[in-house]
């Protein structure tokens, strides 16, 4: 090429680089956007933007403050208080027959470095607080006075592996670790378990292991378990064979510990439970990241046999998203719209159907969900607990907000609330990962004494 | 050889001749030049790989190329700052202003390839980078791999 004509083309060149440029700072300025009102994303028809791409998705962490003398805020004729501190990362909780309180606490495996971008998302996590040890063990609470203090604590279960669900069945205690359910013997009032475990089935676990929570419930009938298995990526990134019997609901028979797919494409469901009046299975999940402060909301769902919930081809029904190739319009031809969407970025990782008679009477016929909260979103969204009501065995009314006070006025974080349970007086408890501590919500007058565990 | 050298330093009016012009020319920075040219260009070729096969293996090979390019074309801006100051060079200014905006550009690809899924390269990252490589071998590179010339007047 000859050298000479460069002088000339010397302007025009600069020229079309300031237009990149321009563009460019253009693309950037865009990627500003914050969430509206997250109002108009709760209930069953959320609405929906457009997906927005960015060069930088908006993270806004919130760092982590103790709680100190404080408590969350709960409105009138509730009251807070902690059941017990000084936990590692509690993430779920599960109340026992006779009261007794176990706490799962638990931590997700080392993330893999694929793309320069992971090893910027291991930061945020760890200034968001969320990088602590993997405790692996079930901590056991057990209140003998009935005072709402438990006086007993022991170590439950030890040397688990990222451990989640936990479900009773008879005198048969399975655990979900992030791969495998364990079945151990349980004799009631055991305060330790030192039987080892028998493995009932795999459950697809690592090398990647993105979404590691495995959450469990046992039909009322006892014969089989429901798992829920979270996909293994945002949005199928880390390729489709990744994602194999993932971001699924199984159902494993509980005999044989054989299972079949209950239904798919539901990205991350965290939380599984009976409905009580129809006996209809329900799960919330964690919905996609990184196209947009309003999108995709979470969700609280019936699940229908067979059913296939969106991810990663579509959400919310038959919208596409651009991110996935190739595409299944096969599969997107049949996509159901979820019941009921809890707002974006919420994050719902608990999740209990209110069944108890203690509490106030308009909790009583609903569900009450943790949102844990996240960093995909400017203002934050979730880090509160929420209670949606049911008429008929169907969500009827707008979520209200139940325990709140895990943010503060300048967006620190004091806790965020993870795993829900309601304990056998009919409190809510709250699993607090930030604050490593369980909270426990009961009524605020003629709060009936609960009863001495046994 | 020779004749493309003279050519590059034929910028200047009172430039060396010959094989005196190539000893006098040579610059710390023109080492690492090719760096990420070679870089940029591979992350084009692994682009190309990814939107035919849509194998994730691809979109991360992109996305480390594009990271490495960006950390060599640093050390290129440092190295050059010296050339600049200590020998007796000034900047070729179509070659350095081409040069810089490849690697503003990769930036933002390598912001673009961080994206999840398939949009992280088809069709914005893609494009991108085969901008970025356009530019590189249109405006930015010459044999000498310089981005600078001896400065006017300086000793020969």
Known sequence: MSRVPQFVQGARISRIAAALLLTVSGLALASCGNGGDPRKQIGANPVLPAVQQYLIPPIRIARPLPWGNDTPKVPQGLQVHALATGFQHPRSLYVLPNGDVLVVESNGPKAPVFRPKDIITGWVQWFAGAKAKDANRITLLRDTHGGGIPDTRTVFLDHLNSPFGVALVGHSLYVADTDAIIRYPYEDGETSISAPGVKLTDLPGGPIDHHWTKSLVASPDGTKLYVGVGSNSNIAENGMEAERERAAIWEVDIKTGAHRIYASGTRNPTGLQFEPETGKLWAIANERDEIGPDLVPDYLTSVQDGGFYGWPYSYYGKHL??????????????????????SSHVAPLGFAMYTGTSLPASYRGGAFVGEHGSWDRTPLNGYKVVF??????????TAQDVVTGFLDADNRTHGRPVGLAVDRSGALLIADDVGNTVWRVSSASGTPTPRPAS | ???????????????????????????????????PVAYFTAALVTDLAYWRTDEVMWERFSVWLIAGGLVMAALVALVAIVDLAFAKQKPVWIRAFGYVLAVLLSLVNVLVHSRDGYTA???????????????????????TWTLTSRRHGARK
């Not at chain 1, 319009?329 to 969407?341: E, G, M, N, R, S």
């Not at chain 2, 020779?2 to 012009?21: R, V, Y």
Request: net charge positive.
């Open chain 1, 321 to 342: 998203d651009p991110r996935v190739q190739p595409q299944r319009p096969d599969l997107v031809a049949k996509a159901i719209v979820p019941d009921y969407a809890l």
């Open chain 1, 388 to 397: 949606v009501p049911f008429t008929n065995g169907k969500p009827s009314g």
């Open chain 2, 1 to 35: 050889m020779n004749h493309i050298a003279a050519a590059e330093t034929g910028f200047q009016p009172d430039a060396g001749t010959g094989s005196t012009a190539i000893t006098r020319t040579r610059t710390i920075h023109q080492m690492l030049v090719p760096f």
């Open chain 2, 121 to 143: 390269v088809v069709p914005t990252g893609l494009t991108l980078s085969a901008i970025v490589v356009a530019i590189l071998f249109l405006v930015a590179t010459s044999a």
